[in-house]
């Protein structure tokens, strides 16, 4: 079943408001196994809307739209689909009675327009709304169903997992596996060399890249009418890219380096400090992200200026002065200085130039060296980065995280798919 | 002139990514008098896309498309404009050329798919990518522009704000003045409930409400043939919008708090420490994004442990023991053991309880305490903030942020209207 999501309202069109619905719908609809095949957004206006509708019954074999049924004059999603269906509103006695019963039940006295609310196209059955005042609202065109939500987001949702998503995973019947491999420490095109086409035993399933600072991210979509089938396809495309790319694999659907990391210190009963120059507090920013990270985030040092590095990390002057505040040598001072400082078991020192300004030609914007010192020993890198100064930033800390994860898994330090 | 912006790609589509780039096009080609008219999502299918192009050419004035430009084989969105327009792929040596160099110049070996990103439609008028490697791409059709911008966020910006925005300007030649204020510490509602409805003086001018965890920013667009006129008005309604909400505006434009701040602290000399707990280096990080911050940031403690608390600030054992780690007085304690170690003009101290867990009865999750410590004396401020982990440090860090810039300028530390 290919469906189309119709988005309505003007605050969406002009950019003000970040259309969340959509996301939240389409992640539910794959749980019912229906595929999103197009979207569209249009402003508050009986006409676009109509058009927008007439275009979905065209192409789609379901349609949900969200937005524009509140009670207010640019509320006007349920007559521009009465006109396209042709099916005139008439008043639906059993919802003018909850809307009036949920008023008095909040004690509120409720303007009159709040009962255009119960003025439904002809046949339309009422999905009733556990958070607020408008239901959700299905119709059958020609036995293609019509799905309509209101477009705030928390009654958008419950609705959708209350009603649409039931509905609609009974009617398709159809099956749905997907899964997510997160890699870090290669680009998007060795990925792709390394993977190639894919081949016989991917049929119905797709392969996405998804690259962002954080890594690329690989997401593999099965579906297909026979459950066995697809779970079986599944699998054997996870087997098959896993052992393609598990070199640079640092995690599993959505979880973040942070909480893997986390995981790890907190399997081995490791505490962690961290020395900071270019990231700024970026490094344990992230670290403390993670709920519980108190268990083994001890401190953090954000040691911009030389004299913090050398009264609270004890790095050598001497060392300062002929290497350079961003150095190997300083690096590695630094995580052991945070270590033993902390009197923790893992240390972790960063230098680099952030930029934009304060790089030169022997250092130039972008050079970070990222130090671990732990019972596994010590490592130190120079990594090379590009980008903006939040760009070189982020990664700077993406990057010592995952060096640090592969430290304390005893896998090789540096990232590669061989 | 109305124009249809077309989102491609499966992730936006399956709704695991969310489509921040069209709210960004969506604002900035406010700026250039265009209205988006339209907004549809498609996956990464030639046919698709086609189908979308054809459709918004059908309809639109100017078609702005995003997405499908990088070189792996699901982004096919050249291939299929070049069919819809009918102009065949030819390879464009400047951008190959470009795409060697940057990839020289990053000392990187490039595979070579990445040179299909120099395969344009014929005709393409090229707009160089100054963050990234595919360039953006317009084509007259029948003399309406159909642009093509990569779908990475930061280069689908850049492109946008130094090639797109200025194109349509000119192309429209309606005149446009905007402005931004924006404000910190009252909430939306208050906001409106002071501004009230537009009178005539803003004929022409519209203004948005803009809330995020920064504050709520004001922003107002006029437009008109005559640039005078606009010119005018929007003097004026900055004028009187300025006398309404000055009391509670940190910054114009797109400027952060963590900049304004930092301009406060070099035009005094000062220079900052800071201690933090629940916001984990947040504060730290948000002062050092700013370029050239090692001027005055000095250095920061994530003192995450009581140890930490105690051995690095001089946090007091007793008060601890006595008051909890999340208490007025460690918080005072922390932002006069950051000045006094650091040896700077300026502490501060945070702590608090992030969650989602650890929260009391007494002490419930988003309750934080923020102390500063100057020459112009001591300020200490509880706050509850409501939210995810995430929002409440967000939060956290920004309204330290913004009691230091009124502490420091001497304005009325607790944010108001009056």
Redesign the interface.
């Known amino acids: 079943m290919q469906v189309e999501i119709v988005t309505i309202g003007n605050e969406?069109?002009?950019?003000?408001?970040?259309?969340?619905n959509?996301?939240?719908?389409?992640?539910l609809?794959?749980e019912a196994s229906v595929k999103?095949?197009?979207?569209?957004?249009?402003?508050d206006s009986q006409e676009?809307i109509a058009e927008g509708l007439t275009?979905a019954l065209d192409r789609a074999d379901a349609v949900v739209m969200t937005g524009g049924l509140g009670p207010t004059p640019d509320d006007v999603t349920r007559k521009a689909v009465s006109t396209v269906l042709g099916r005139p509103l008439q008043l639906d006695e059993g919802v003018l009675e909850s809307i009036r019963e949920r008023g008095r039940r909040m004690g509120r006295r409720l303007p009159a327009t709040i009962e255009t609310m119960a003025l439904l196209p002809r046949g339309a059955e009422v999905w009733p709304n556990s958070v607020g005042s408008a239901p959700g609202l299905l119709l059958l065109h020609r036995d293609k169903p019509v799905m309509l939500l209101p477009g705030v987001p928390s009654e958008m949702t419950a609705l959708a997992e209350e009603h649409l998503v039931p509905y609609l995973r009974e009617r398709t019947g159809r099956a749905i596996e997907t899964f997510t491999l997160r890699t870090y420490g290669v680009?998007?095109?060795?990925l792709?060399?390394r993977i190639g086409?894919l081949d016989d035993a991917w049929q119905g399933a797709?392969l996405?890249?998804?690259?962002s600072s954080f890594g690329v991210d690989l997401?593999v979509?099965v579906s297909g009418a026979n459950p066995a089938v697809v779970r079986e396809t599944s699998l054997r495309a996870y087997n098959e890219l896993f052992a393609k790319v598990n070199g640079v694999v640092y995690a599993e659907g959505a979880t973040g380096m942070e909480e893997v990391l986390g995981a790890i210190l907190l399997d081995k009963g490791w505490r962690i400090a961290a020395a900071?120059s270019c990231?700024?507090?970026?490094?344990?920013?992230r670290?403390?992200?993670v709920?519980?990270?108190?268990r083994y985030?001890?401190?953090?040092?954000?040691?911009?200026?030389n004299?913090?590095k050398l009264e609270?990390l004890g790095v050598d002057e001497g060392t300062l002065k002929a290497q350079g505040a961003v150095s190997a040598a300083v690096a590695e001072q630094m995580a052991g200085g945070a270590r033993g400082r902390?009197?923790v078991e893992v240390g972790v020192g960063i230098t680099g130039i952030a930029?934009?300004?304060?790089g030169s030609e022997n250092k130039p914007v972008g050079l970070v060296f990222v130090a671990l010192a732990s019972p596994l020993g010590e490592v130190v890198r120079v990594l090379?980065l590009?980008?903006?100064?939040?760009?070189v930033?982020e990664r700077a800390a993406q990057t010592a995280l995952d060096l640090l994860r592969r430290h304390l898994l005893g896998l090789p330090v540096d990232a590669s798919l061989d």
């Open positions: 969406i069109l002009s950019g003000r408001t970040l259309d969340t959509f996301a939240t719908l389409a992640r609809l794959e999103v095949a197009w979207h569209s957004t249009v402003g676009r275009r680009f998007e095109s060795q792709h060399e086409a797709s996405a890249y998804l690259p997401r979509t900071e990231t700024g507090g970026l490094f344990v920013k670290l403390t992200d709920p519980g990270s108190s985030v001890e401190r953090g040092f954000v040691t911009y200026s004299a913090a609270l902390a009197g930029g934009p300004d304060g090379h590009h980008g903006s100064r939040a760009t930033r």
